[in-house]
């Protein structure tokens, strides 16, 4: 029969407490909230760059406002599996959701564009994109990898498909 002491039962309760808080800060996302500021080529685009991401997260969702060429495009992903309204910084209106997976988030949006080819009719064509979003431990960095790709050109998808990576840095909370 095994007979715990007073200071072995001690040591099982902190070993409980520690395993239990670290289970907890696993399941906690990272937060993204912040003003952020493209980082080209590693280096600032200027000495007091502005902002041009800015992020508002919730419980619920994640609202990103980029500004491209002194115009702001808003657009707020759930991130209880629904899907909310998206708009491109063209004014094609889609639908996007979010959700976490692990410490990176994953923001994904879907428009139906019209293309015009010469002589024909226009055509809907399917645009899917998806950004991964991944802090630094210390917060500074935000890395986002995206992805476009027309799932109606299956057969072109090297042709069409487009990825690549950008770099931000926090400029405030």
């Not at 039962?9 to 289970?23: K, T």
């Not at 476009?148 to 909370?173: C, H, L, T």
Request: positive net charge; proline residues 5%; contains cysteine.
């Amino acid at each position: 029969m095994l007979v715990f002491n007073h200071k072995m039962r001690r040591g099982w309760v902190a070993l409980a407490i520690m395993w239990l808080s670290i289970l907890c800060l696993a399941a906690i996302p990272a937060n993204f909230s912040g003003k952020y500021s493209l980082l080209e080529n590693g280096k600032n685009a200027s000495p007091n760059p502005e902002p041009n991401l800015f992020v508002v997260q919730t419980a619920d969702s994640i609202e990103v406002t980029k500004v491209e060429n002194g115009k702001k495009i808003v657009n707020t992903y759930p991130l209880d599996g629904a899907e909310g309204d998206y708009i491109t910084s063209s004014g094609v209106k889609g639908k996007c959701k979010a959700k976490f997976k692990g410490s990176n988030l994953i923001l994904e949006s879907a428009v139906v564009n019209r293309v015009q080819l010469q002589g024909h009719p226009s055509t809907p064509v399917r645009m899917q994109t998806k950004e991964q979003w991944q802090l630094s431990s210390d917060a500074k960095l935000l890395s986002v990898k995206w992805e476009v790709s027309f799932p109606d050109f299956a057969d072109m998808a090297a042709a069409v498909n487009k990825s690549g990576k950008e770099k931000y840095i926090r400029v405030a909370n």
